[in-house]
């Protein structure tokens, strides 16, 4: 009778709060929510659920449909004011990039980088190596008839459903209290309450009633690629981790060809799925005698260790490609690295080691997850960041770690809780109240901060209408930050773009050298930059917002000075150059422009990224055009 009044109570809070948010999130329409046929349908959903025979699979259910309505409604807003169904709307980092990684088709070993078209080895760098999840995404594209849109959001809805249904596994099976209120805070947890920026979301509460606090923030899986399908790959191995130790030695299987995937798609995920199994081998100690103590786990780690050495071994595995050892052991980076997200995991790991209501089988998997991910954040005191940037991508995981064990530690506790049933009713709703509220908050937050940018998208995809691009044409726009208009080119036209920072992580170093930083080089002296100051810029103390907006990203955020230094000399020795030869206007530099028939100039006519006399230096005008906010002006090589 207690589990089914906690489902009730589930159904119950899960049904007002979605209320209250389509209140809170609705159109600006006289009608309001009523006249939503998305929100409609997941009222009938919800509805239906709370009549069902199965009111456990109900409970859950409603679940779902709520977590997916929190995710979908920025994209499902943006595309009823903006009318595009073009392209996927864009409400997290390094959408473009990884639809540009779509894109590529093997063909004889090598690809055509689909920002400079040129070909490049399919494994010659770390992005086109580990490029399984864009590249399925690509496939799936092309049999929806290549209606990207519609992909995206069905993709999205697949990976987000796959988290959330394994967080509910997992925390049914597992949990020591087997109750369903708990499991539902969990997966809550997990999916809309980012433990990652806790501390920005209590700074956002305490500025209310200003909503601009929220709109630096977003849910913890809102990006499409990464961490979403890592993050999934993890907690199903996590949960079939245990499996395996408590009675199904088929797991061990699976567990294979998660970790498999994991490489494929996002190696620093395997490290975490290893740390985990090597930990849980405390559970079951191992004997000399008995044969099934020791053989399948050998098996597995040997087989395990020998399909991803014949994945890392071909090819380019580095993300970041530099002159930095593989390994150089740096202690003194430690103090800077110890942050309070790896004191929470630490700290979380301890008490689940302390628990004395947690299986061995339940426990050492958890333990071997949160110790795993403390290690891999404290990486770049052993491999460079300008390698792989270790610890930066272990924080990814910092937040699944949080969550779960978080999970596990509270319903442990609650077995020895000794608070009436009423308060413990009242606290449970009172967070699964703030939970939603926040995740409200924070959804409508992304849906304003990129509206403006999606807006810009929707309006260059219409001005191709007067500029027809075609693949003799050079397109010259922003490249300020991630994700910017020269990120929407490829995706919209088969025409090179003279410059986008993203495309240094599809070419092979050599490439990066000789070409990437000549084209870079041209573009900040259209966009008015010149080699003194930013040689002076890279002089101050902390260079690091310069060196980012250059693209070296992992030299700009190394907490080591040494390779940060090297980031600085680098810059001076391979782009600075180029940039002094093109403000001395040096004719062979401008060989670039002579293979293109037409260039093509894209810049706001509020906001201009591009200095025209500058441009008319090394290119001839023909004619410009408006459209919108964009001014589209139209050049020929001038040498």
């Known amino acids: 009778m207690e589990g089914d009044k906690y489902e009730k109570a589930c159904v119950g809070v899960s049904m007002a709060s979605l209320l209250f948010c389509e209140l809170l999130l609705g159109g600006n329409d006289k009608q309001g929510f009523r006249s939503d046929p998305v929100s409609f349908v997941v009222r009938a959903v919800i509805i239906s659920a709370m009549i069902g025979k199965r009111k456990k699979a109900a409970v859950f259910g409603a679940l779902l449909v709520l977590v997916l309505l929190f995710y979908s409604y920025p994209s499902l807003k943006t595309r009823t004011e903006l009318r595009f169904q073009e392209l996927p709307p864009m409400f997290a980092p390094d959408l473009t990039l990884y639809l540009n990684l779509s894109q590529l088709k093997p063909v004889g070993g090598v690809v055509v980088n689909p920002y400079y078209r040129v070909n490049v080895p399919e494994d010659g760098a770390g992005y086109l190596k580990f490029s399984l999840a864009p590249r399925t995404f690509g496939r799936f594209d092309g049999l929806m008839g290549n209606r990207t849109w519609t992909a995206m959001f069905l993709w999205n809805e697949f990976w987000w459903s796959f988290l959330c249904l394994t967080a509910v596994v997992v925390f049914c099976r597992f949990l020591p209290a087997r109750s369903s209120g708990l499991a539902v805070l969990g997966v809550l947890l997990v999916m ?10 209590l700074v956002a509460w305490l500025h209310l009633p200003s909503m601009k606090a929220f709109d630096v923030l977003s849910l913890p899986f809102m990006r499409a690629f990464v961490p979403i399908i890592p993050c999934g790959l993890l907690l199903a191995y996590l949960g079939s981790q245990m499996e395996a130790l408590i009675r199904n030695k088929v797991f061990w299987i699976l567990m294979g060809i998660l970790q498999l995937a994991a490489v494929l798609i996002f190696p620093y995920a395997t490290l975490l799925m290893a740390g985990i199994t090597a930990v849980s081998l405390f559970a079951k100690p191992i004997r000399i005698r008995e044969v099934g103590s020791w053989a399948i786990p050998l098996i597995y780690a040997v087989s395990c260790a020998v399909l991803d050495a014949v994945v890392l071994l071909r090819g380019s595995v580095g993300f970041y490609e530099n002159r930095s050892p593989a390994i150089h052991f740096q202690p003194h980076l430690l103090p800077q690295l110890v942050g309070g997200n790896w004191v929470v995991v630490v700290s979380l790991t301890a008490l689940v080691a302390l628990s004395k209501n947690l299986e061995k089988e339940i426990k050492w998997p958890l333990i071997g997850l949160g110790a795993s991910n403390a290690l ?60 939603l509220v926040n995740a409200a908050l924070v959804v409508s937050g992304t849906y304003r901060t990129f509206s403006q940018i999606n807006g810009d998208v929707a309006e260059l995809a219409g001005s191709r209408l007067l500029w027809t691009p075609g693949p003799g044409d050079l397109v010259i726009t922003r490249s300020r930050s991630v994700d910017d208009m020269c990120g929407w080119v490829p995706l919209m036209s088969t025409s090179s773009v003279l410059f986008c920072t993203d495309a240094e992580v599809m070419l092979t170093p050599h490439e990066n050298r000789d070409l990437h930083r000549l084209r870079q080089a041209f573009y900040l002296f259209f966009t008015g930059e010149n080699s003194t100051t930013l040689n002076r810029e890279l002089s101050t103390p902390d260079p690091s917002a310069l060196m980012y907006r250059l693209g070296y990203w992992a030299e700009a955020v190394s907490h080591s000075m040494e390779e940060r230094h090297q980031g600085i000399e680098e810059i001076k020795t391979d782009l600075l150059p180029l940039l002094e030869k ?26 201009h990224a591009f200095a025209e006399e500058r441009i008319t230096e090394y290119l001839r005008p023909e004619r410009k055009q408006h459209f919108g906010d964009f001014a589209i002006s139209f050049y020929t090589p001038k040498f």
């Not at 809309?192 to 979301?201: E, Q």
């Not at 293979?595 to 006519?605: A, G, M, N, S």
Request: glycine share 4%; charged share 20%.
């Open 192 to 201: 809309l309450f980012n433990f990652g920026v806790a501390k920005t979301i």
């Open 376 to 435: 891999v954040m404290l990486g770049d005191a052993v491999v460079p960041a300008t390698r792989i940037l270790l610890s930066h991508h272990g924080g990814y995981f910092v937040h699944l770690t949080t969550a779960t064990l978080l999970t596990f530690i509270v319903a442990s506790i609650s077995l020895e809780a000794r608070c009436p049933r009423w308060a413990l009713r009242v606290a449970f709703t009172s967070i699964l109240i703030f939970i």
């Open 582 to 607: 093109v403000e001395k206007k040096d004719i062979s530099s401008a060989d670039l422009f002579r293979k293109f028939e037409r260039i093509v100039v894209i810049d706001k006519q509020q906001d």
